[in-house]
């Protein structure tokens, strides 16, 4: 056992933040601010996305071969921990640079890569993916968006919804059903699908936080071709499995624990009656509870990270770190704002650094995504602990 | 990087296992909370297969191991709640012989630990209600020509673990007038000697029993002085330490088996047709409990680990261990009883076993509060030592 890291480790980790003191945005270290215009914010993201991929730090898990840096996960949890430290802008083509590309390297054709690969860590075409729909949330593989073939061309009818990024994607990682005959996991086919055409129309959903960032998508007669499936035609659950793979392992417990410590900061300089929050016995237990959590999170992240790195797949500790990171980040901007005393009536406090209350309703958000907790419990309980399965049909799906 | 046992540490815990296992497993435990005293026999044999040897360095031999490998044994024995002073001995007695003991203490006690013939424990608590370091009161006064030759001891010391199934202890009394850790000094005290007497106490954990521990005007030497006088407070502390993340330790490795208990109980036990694990109340339940025994794992992980090697933020990934696993392991214990319905409320379900385990380990040399101001103490230390723009 050993939680050190070692000398090639650490020069890539002041690698990484040299960089960034030179090519993060100007006084972002000392003010960072992000535009409150949608548009210009995108702009921003997109430009910092450019940036990054320019000095091969976009995708630094890629292989070297398509712009990355065939970074270990070891350096990937490096990364992710300085990116945090610095509170760096987030990439505008997330699920791209996440998701779609590596899985297109793994399963896409020959043409599929030189054609699109390239574009995703630039930034120059923006994904979205188009699995959940109104009827199929948790139970994605019953989804019913149609795919019918007409000569090399496939036809799509049907509604996606919960879809990030789609309002200004260029492509959609979309998967449809190609054949009703069978169980819901078979007649599945994943297509590349360009957004700009007339068959697609998006609508944002207003979300709690008052942000648009989700949306639904309305495929009427839109058009995909041969050459855009990825995998087998009817075997898109495979496909959906490789991409699901590339989901684990990732983690948000960094970014979390610099919240954490920007909250710290926040209690030392705060004063309640002219007494430093950070005195409070109440303050100090809180924070104190919420340390350990964040310690236990990033440790189990870490022994997570050693099994990968040695059988290639995430340990079952994986699993629980959606849980147990959603639940984390939701207590402790609960926390936050409620140290702000009476002001937590107050939408947002301009004297005060902590981005507490957008980020607190926010929270809620990222607690639903990617599967609530009691699917990942449920995972856990079926896949890790062997408890018998739920009541659930494997064999229908609505068809017509 | 590597977060995870070594083959070697998986090795220990399998052979560990299987020797409990095929002595009856959590049997033992049951024996002797029956007022059968199992402790004599199980040590030899762990003598047997050199466990009590494991923190001991090499040259009183040992195999010089830290907390890694001991924490890797005692989540083990933990699962059977095996009885014995082996965290009192393995991570409190012996690393304080080591860091403190002149040649002559360190030659007599760490070979004998090692070869299974000396178990050792620990004697602070002068007042049960009182925590530490208020509820060290007991004097020693100096009765030599100087000041740091010979000591008198006299009072009765509370909450002495296995206090009669044991060789000697480490006792904590004040040399001066002093609060908090100031003025403490560490001694080690044969329990054979007249002027030392045990009384049991009826504990809530009968698998682990708790004794008074009366020393009667007993004069000691400074053979009996651990470490300098006055100043024993800090190396107390760290001791206290890793005793923390020894009892997370065991803690976790009864919450792996409680895990286990629930998970069988859960595919065997039917109701309204279907095996009660199915429903998602219990099966989201049990997923929880896994969440939170892995979580305490990692925590012990690098608690050991951070121990072992001096590293900045040790003491607060010890105090971490017990914030966390007082309020999450506990429930998980709590909810393993839930789990099993009236069965869980039996004698018969070990959930009792460990339920009172955990409570009795709760406040027991630290509580969680302590650890939370320690913790966030440390923290606060570590964050204003990175930015030189940051006050404490």
Redesign the interface.
Known sequence: ??????EA?ESFRHELRDWLEENLPDGWLENPEIPSDREERNAFFKEWQQTLAADNWAGIHWPEAYGGRGASL?EQTIYREEMARVNAPPQINLIGVNLIGPTLIEVGTEEQKERFVPNILSAEEIWCQGYSEPESGSDVASLTTKAEKDGDEWVINGQKIWTSYAHIADWCFLVARTDSSGTKHEGLTAFLVDMDQDGISTEPIHQANDDRTFNQVYFDDAVTTDDLVVGEVDEGWDVVMTLSAFEHGMTSIYSIEQEY?DL??YC?EETRGGTPL?EDDNV??Q???L???I???K??H??N???Q?ETGTPGP?AS?DL??SDELRKDLLNFAVDIKGPAAALWDNEHEAVDETSGYIRSYGSWIAAGTG?I???I???Q????????KSKTSHRGE | ??????DE?QRVQETARDFIESEGGIELARRQLEGENVVDDLWNELADLDYTAITVPLEYGGFGEGM?YLTALLEVTGRYALPGPLPETAAIAVPLLTELGTEDQQSTYLPAIADGDCRMSVAVYDDETESLPHAIQMRAEPTGSDSESAFRLDGTKTLVPYGDDVDAVILAARTRNSQGYDGISLFVVDTDQDGVETQRLDSLDWTRPMYELTVDDLEVGDKALLGPVHAGGSALQTAVDRFTVAGTAMLTGAADRA?DLS?EH??EREQYG??V??F?AV??R???M??DM???R??V??A???LD?DEPDAT??A??TK??AADRLHRVFSDDIWNHGGMGFTWDHDGHIYLKQAKSWRNFLGSP?S???R??SA??AT?SAKSPS??S
């Open positions: 056992m050993d939680f050190s890291y070692t480790q070891i410590l710290l900061e030392q950070i100090r237990r924070l104190a509870d340390d350990a959590r310690q236990a999170a440790m189990t870490y022994r990270v050693s099994t790195m500790e629980m849980v147990v009691d990942q419990r449920n856990i309980g079926e890790v602990l062997g408890l018998p399965k739920d009541i | 990087m590597d977060a995870r046992l070594t540490q890694v895990v998970v859960g595919t279907h095996p694990g199915r998602q099966k989201h049990i997923a929880d896994w969440i892995q979580s305490a990692s925590l992980y690098y050991a680990w951070a090697n607060r990934a105090a971490a914030v966390y509060e650890n939370r101001e913790l966030i923290r606060l964050e940051g006050e």
